[in-house]
């Protein structure tokens, strides 16, 4: 039932709820009433709290859930399903306050404009949709996967040091690498891995996982390189 159906219904409700009202209140107006509280406001205090409940389970839940839902969608990357550049920002900023022990790490596709100029955008948009779904295949539930923009994407790892960041960072570049895609062939991307020093901004952090990141494409790609501690 789409809002508007919903509050025809409320407002059909509370009318329904106000004749039965006016009907108490009526049959409650008596000589013999036994109770302290008078009828007719008990009989308001009961069309109150009726009025409430209806309003609540049909207006303001679902406008509470649509709205949510639009957030959802807008902090959202619709090609990969991942998280945009906005959301992931967000969720770091907001896990730097509530755990110490946190990494960073940057993916960016290798030679991807190659990818879009052999086989086409429409193959490069499927190898954008099928590196997310390995990278997604290899996470833990904790991790977050962010679409930064472009080809590149980011994963956040509460509670992993750098060592253990590492790690992660070779299976999903195992993961990457280790079967063809469709069209495309095979597929590798380089690797920045930042441990959060626990003082910097996000934006601090996130630059260092980037410098990483570019280090390892001057290497020569396909490799994961790390960020040591910000001097
Ligand atoms: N298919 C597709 N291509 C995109 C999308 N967003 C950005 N691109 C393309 O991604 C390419 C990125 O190219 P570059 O920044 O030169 O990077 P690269 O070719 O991967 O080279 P290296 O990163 O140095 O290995 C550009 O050609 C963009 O047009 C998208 O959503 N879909």
Known sequence: MN????IDLAVALAAVVASV???LLTWMD?????LHLPPRVLALLLIFLLLDRALHRLVRRPAREHSQAL???????????AVNRRGFMDRLAQVQHQQALLSLVMIDIDHFKCINDRHGHAAGDGVLREVAARLRRQMRCADLLGRMGGEEFALLLPATDLAGA?????LARQALRREPMAIAGTVTASFGVAQWDGSESAADWLHRADLALYEAKRRGRDQVSL????T
């Open 3 to 6: 809002l508007r159906a919903r």
């Open 21 to 23: 009202g006016l009907g």
């Open 30 to 34: 008596r000589e013999d009433w036994p």
């Open 71 to 81: 957030r959802r969608l807008a902090l959202q990357d619709s090609l990969t399903g």
């Open 166 to 170: 590492q790690t992660q960072a070779e």
């Open 227 to 230: 960020s040591g501690a910000r």
